[in-house]
């Protein structure tokens, strides 16, 4: 095991010279926002749709590294993604964030997804934080009451609506043939979100409904039995596929404990702690193999592909468990282990790059683009976001 300080500084190596750097190249000077797509082959294309999902992730990115590393250069960026944010992604007559946009600020998929609502008000109370616009809160607030007054029913949160909030198919958040009506991983993102609005107002309205989320998760969507996570669900919480998403299930894990300490309740904390200890114990012994994270397991059979979010989360969610409970040595060097994997396969060394979206087997990547609406600085820049962070005062 290598000192910590060490593994900790190395990350912060990776953040401040390849993944800064990267994201800054990407800015859109002509019509706002971020480019929307970096080919497998490094090919950018600047008239690429820009994902909504994609802006918000950027802004939370330059925020928080802003935050933790106070070069107002990063402030900057983040004012960027904001500016484009509030004049583009945001429907002014009907309320809430579209999907996606034409490379030139025009909607281009006006779906209005909870989770795209979420990440927006995630990335603006990150945002308000770093900059402290008030305007930025204020949309989070309207964002927050919209998912509140339009987005739930009496068992949860809906997903998916057209642009005026009538239901429709949840196709964006369904795979595995399936299509659910509510999703582990929107409510993961929904929680997450008003972890951070919460956060930075400590409104007891934003606490209730974290709460009732964390009441969701250990009752509906968490499988004492099977100790894991079930990922699609009808409407009534009813599991509809035998999934173990071993990436999610983890980053469940620590951004579950990290919403205790920020909700800081103590008969919260009291019952959901051993289930974030269950899912990282069962995390480590089943799905870390050969220095890295695999996939997933539908029906038992596991993918053995190595996705670029699934392994950050995991250095993530590793350390978390170490921290929580530091007799377990062993989650601290699956995280440094997993780093090592991380520069050694997943990291694109060529120049221009950032990270492959995945490897196989054998570490080999997959020719999938470097840049869309999905793949973004949000998991990898966080990584190394808390692996600063919570290694800043260990002795």
Same mark, same amino acid.
């Given at each position: ?22 994201? @800054?190249?990407?800015? /859109?000077? *002509?019509? $706002? &926002?971020?480019?929307?797509? #970096?080919? =497998? !082959? ?44 509030? @004049?583009?992604?945001? /429907?002014? *007559?009907? $309320? &809430?964030?579209?999907?996606? #946009?034409? =490379? !030139? ?291």
């Amino acid at each position: 095991m290598q000192d910590i300080k060490a593994f900790a500084a190395d990350v912060k190596k990776h953040l401040t010279e390849t993944i800064i750097p990267f994201w @800054e190249k990407l800015r /859109d000077e *002509e019509y $706002g &926002g971020y480019f929307g797509w #970096l080919g =497998y !082959d490094l090919e950018l294309d600047k008239k690429a749709v820009k994902g909504c999902i994609l802006n918000s992730r950027i802004l939370w990115f330059f925020s928080n590294a802003y935050l933790l590393l106070k070069d107002e250069c990063l402030l900057h960026e983040a004012g960027h993604a904001w500016k484009f944010l509030k @004049e583009y992604c945001v /429907d002014r *007559e009907n $309320g &809430g964030v579209y999907w996606s #946009l034409t =490379y !030139d600020g025009k909607p281009e998929d006006t779906t209005k997804h909870t989770y795209n609502q979420a990440f927006a008000i995630y990335a603006l109370s990150s945002y308000y934080d770093a900059s402290g616009d008030e305007e930025a809160l204020e949309l989070a607030w309207g964002l927050y009451r919209l998912i509140e007054a339009k987005c739930r029913d009496k068992y949860g949160y809906l997903e998916a609506f057209n642009v005026r909030f009538e239901p429709e198919d949840n196709d964006k958040l369904s795979e595995n043939g399936v299509m659910a009506e509510k999703t582990m991983n929107t409510l993961l993102h929904v929680f997450e979100a008003y972890t951070e609005l919460y956060r930075v107002t400590k409104a007891p309205e934003v606490g209730k409904n974290i709460k009732y989320m964390l009441d969701l998760i250990v009752d509906k969507i968490y499988n004492p039995e099977l100790g894991r996570q079930e990922v699609f669900f009808d409407r009534t919480w009813n599991s509809l596929i035998d999934l173990y998403s071993y990436g999610h299930d983890i980053e469940t894990a620590w951004l579950v404990d990290r919403g205790l300490d920020v909700l800081d309740d103590a008969a919260y904390k009291k019952r959901l702690r051993p289930v974030t200890k269950q899912i990282t114990r069962n995390i480590y012994d089943r799905a870390y193999i050969d220095h890295s994270l695999v996939n997933e397991a539908e029906n038992g059979i596991v993918d053995t592909t190595r996705v670029w979010w699934v392994q950050a989360e995991a250095v993530v969610g590793f350390l978390n468990g170490w921290q929580r409970s530091p007799e377990h040595s062993e989650y601290l060097k699956a995280a440094e282990d997993i780093w090592e994997y991380i520069k050694e396969k997943v990291v694109d060394h060529r120049d221009g790059s950032e990270w492959f979206w995945a490897v196989d087997r054998e570490g080999r990547p997959l020719e999938k683009p470097i840049v869309e609406s999905w793949k973004c600085p949000y998991h990898n820049g966080r990584m190394c976001i808390e692996v600063i962070r919570r290694t800043q005062n260990v002795a």
